[in-house]
């Protein structure tokens, strides 16, 4: 998968009250959570940002609470990754199941900068910066969690299992 | 070679002899559970399975605790999918006035046990480890897949061996223990492993002092934190289930990513200052920090030993002019004990109110939303920005005597500055 995107730059533990803050949390609505994302620690972001956009992050990049709403305001908002030297564990699972591509890539989430270009080859496990010209390796993602990927998501391949059982019965 | 707790319940979860450290592997859950906020998108994820029905409704709990009794309309939509899916399905389930704070409620019901794998959409799931189980938080579509399948998959997390040494000041508790642990590491020092805590301190520690680190592991990034279990799990265990305990514990060979010692002699009480639990304190040393709020509660500190070390600060005292206190048990059963044992009167005759059990304020959900520039000093697990309401507003993370002592000083401070 090849994704090309305007960066935004954020810094270490960024937390999913400021992603997405508990007062939204009373609905599951992507559209209505995506005009409230990263409200708290960029009110502006969610009338600024573009579809395609990738957001940049240090480290630990959705720490604190479980709340999916996180991931899914990002991806609804129409970002189209999240690159960041380290996620934190809750949100990185909820985001690859729910199809928001997460890509841990320290040196080139230490280098980008708010406006540039990023070009992320997650087949070939790589950035590209087009400002710097450097490119620098993502780290890979587990066989496991590589097959959520291609299902489309947890629930797809969970599906996929539920009626596979159901025709071997 | 040796193995971990944790390890040794992803073992027997899995089915297999042994597992290491970085593998994936699929376990059977013991408990799944989600509460108002997480359960809509689960439920709606477990929908589109097409399945008819959860994988044991016995193993299936819904907790309505963060927005209830609900606090507009739409917090009271959310709250009935949930109650009618539980209803529905005929899953464990515990109403307003017969429930509470899901974290407090679980254990007071005898459903967090030794060795078991517990799963929950909420962060601070990994509160059962003090139980001597493997309990961590998840998102809703990892437990919509797991109350489907009745397992999910783990990553074989490390285990960071922590060792409490020395003996613990009087006036400093499991809420100072794992401040300090988190002050001294970082929020994400222990990233993915698993914190265990022993040592001489912790064989010590009361069952709610643990329970209260257990619950902030997540606050160092951890995937869960655990305890071995021994005569005070027991004690506490057997009071509310008769159900048979198999409890675990690590082998002497077993391998750590890291063992860290801290010898906690001259620990002092702690504040977390805004923005990161790991902004850590001496309370005393914190002078000239006025605040508006008090908040005395949650998943970590709403058990019946914290209202009890608060209402002996409070007893005979009155709370600062300036300051708005709020004390919320963690469960009806902590209410009706505390009504018992006349600490409900302690507190609002101090000029606190006492109210129903909710997650409220902890979120910024209600019961004690902050304004912009307002300041809290809570017993809570988390001061992010906007936590509590205004993202300019200020959370200040401490024990519940710290809590009690700043509600009357109307600033940050110790009991010891009364």
Known sequence: ?169 | MGQTMAEKILSRAAGRPSVTTGEIVEVDVDLVMTNDITAPLSISEFRKTGLEHVFDPQKVVFVPDHFVPAKDIKAAEQAKIMREFAREQGTIYFEIGRAGIEHVVLPENGLTLPGQVIIGADSHTCTYGAFNAFSTGMGSTDIAAAMALGTTWVRVPPTIKFVYTGELPEDVGGKDLILYTIGQIGVDGAHYAVMEFTGEVIDNLPMDDRIAMANMAIEAGAKTGIFAFDDKTRDWLTAVTDKPLEPVSSDPDAVYQQVIEFDVSNLKPLVALPHLPSNVHAADEITDMPIHQVVIGSCTNGRMSDLREVAKVLEGRQVHPDVRCIVIPGSQEVAKQATKEGLADIFMDAGAIFSTSTCGPCLGGYMGVLAKGERCVSTTNRNFRGRMGHRESEVILTGPRVAAASAILGRVGSPAQL
């Not at chain 1, 600024?48 to 940049?56: E, F, L």
């Not at chain 1, 999916?68 to 999240?82: D, L, Q, T, W, Y």
């Not at chain 1, 490119?135 to 299992?161: C, F, H, K, N, W």
């Open chain 1, 1 to 169: 998968m090849q994704i090309n995107g305007k960066v935004w730059k954020f810094g270490d533990d960024v937390d999913t009250d400021v992603i997405i803050p508990a007062r939204y949390l009373v609905t599951i609505d992507p559209a209505e959570l995506a005009t409230h994302c990263m409200e708290d620690i960029d009110p502006e972001f969610a009338g600024k940002v573009q579809p395609g956009d990738v957001i940049v992050a240090g480290k630990n990049f959705g720490c604190g609470s479980s709340r999916e709403h996180a991931p899914i305001s990002i991806k609804a908002a129409g970002v189209r990754a999240v690159v960041a030297e380290s996620f934190a564990r809750i949100f990185y699972r909820n985001a690859i199941n729910i199809g928001l591509p997460v890509i841990e890539s320290p040196q080139s989430a230490k280098e980008a900068e708010t406006g540039d270009l990023l070009e992320i080859d997650t087949d070939e496990g790589n950035v590209h910066n087009t400002r710097t010209g450097n490119t620098y390796p993502s780290t890979p993602y587990d066989t496991y969690v590589m097959e959520i990927i291609q299902a489309g998501g947890l629930m797809e391949a969970v599906t996929r299992r539920v009626q596979a059982k159901r025709q071997a019965q």
